[in-house]
T-cell receptor, first 108, second 117 residues
Framework: KNEVEQSPQNLTAQEGEFITINCSYSVGISALHWLQQHPGGGIVSLFMLSSGKKKHGRLIATINIQEKHSSLHITASHPRDSAVYICAVGDTGNQFYFGTGTSLTVIP | NAGVTQTPKFQVLKTGQSMTLQCAQDMNHEYMSWYRQDPGMGLRLIHYSVGAGITDQGEVPNGYNVSRSTTEDFPLRLLSAAPSQTSVYFC????????????????FGSGTRLTVV
């Protein structure tokens, strides 16, 4: 049983396309994180949110607490967005659970 | 530069050897944690700490020890390395998890690629 499920596992898009990555979770959470893992392995925290919506540049993250679902959107995708995107949730007991990631490839 | 520093970046061990993966942060974060990342399994929590002198087990603690004598440092010890511990290890820190004010949330180290032969 996975506490965090992501879809799709792999995604290929043409440059300029609008991209959506989905995350569903089954635990009660204190916060949800979206992370970006670069091809070299480094991990960057993109968003931390507990309600509503956050925007940073071309990235938008939304969360629906009632439905236990979050989405990460990338507008006007670019090849440099190619990376693995990971959803993680922190539960109310200091534990974190991670999705297996969505591998995104943006083709010029 | 502020951040999480992990050393070493790469390590090869023989089965049965011991070693310590170092993790240090200079952001005065209370919460520190160690994860391992394996193909197809995502990141899994090994141990975590909510402050100096306090540690607890995560999802996959067996074979690993930690201590937190200072806010800055959170070393991970492998007492007797096994091939099953071949993985990429990440250290991460954040302000105490229940505070969601900070924009950037978690800060991760650059990872340690460990191979046990």
């Amino acid at each position: 049983k996975n506490e965090v499920e992501q879809s799709p596992q792999n995604l290929t898009a043409q440059e300029g396309e609008f991209i959506t990555i989905n995350c569903s979770y089954s635990v009660g959470i204190s916060a949800l994180h979206w992370l970006q893992q670069h091809p070299g392995g480094g991990i960057v925290s993109l968003f931390m949110l507990s309600s509503g919506k956050k925007k940073h540049g071309r990235l938008i993250a939304t969360i629906n607490i009632q439905e236990k679902h979050s989405s990460l959107h990338i507008t006007a995708s670019h090849p440099r967005d190619s990376a693995v995107y990971i959803c993680a949730v922190g539960d109310t007991g200091n534990q974190f659970y991670f999705g297996t990631g969505t591998s995104l490839t943006v083709i010029p | 530069n502020a951040g999480v520093t992990q050393t070493p970046k790469f390590q090869v061990l023989k089965t049965g050897q011991s070693m310590t993966l170092q993790c240090a942060q200079d952001m005065n974060h209370e919460y520190m944690s160690w994860y391992r990342q394996d193909p197809g399994m995502g990141l899994r929590l090994i141990h975590y700490s909510v402050g100096a002198g306090i540690t607890d087990q995560g999802e996959v603690p067996n074979g690993y020890n930690v201590s937190r004598s200072t806010t800055e440092d959170f070393p991970l010890r492998l007492l007797s390395a096994a091939p099953s511990q071949t993985s990429v290890y990440f250290c991460a820190s954040s302000p105490f998890p229940r505070e969601w004010g900070p924009i950037y949330g978690y800060t991760f180290g650059s990872g340690t690629r460990l191979t046990v032969v």
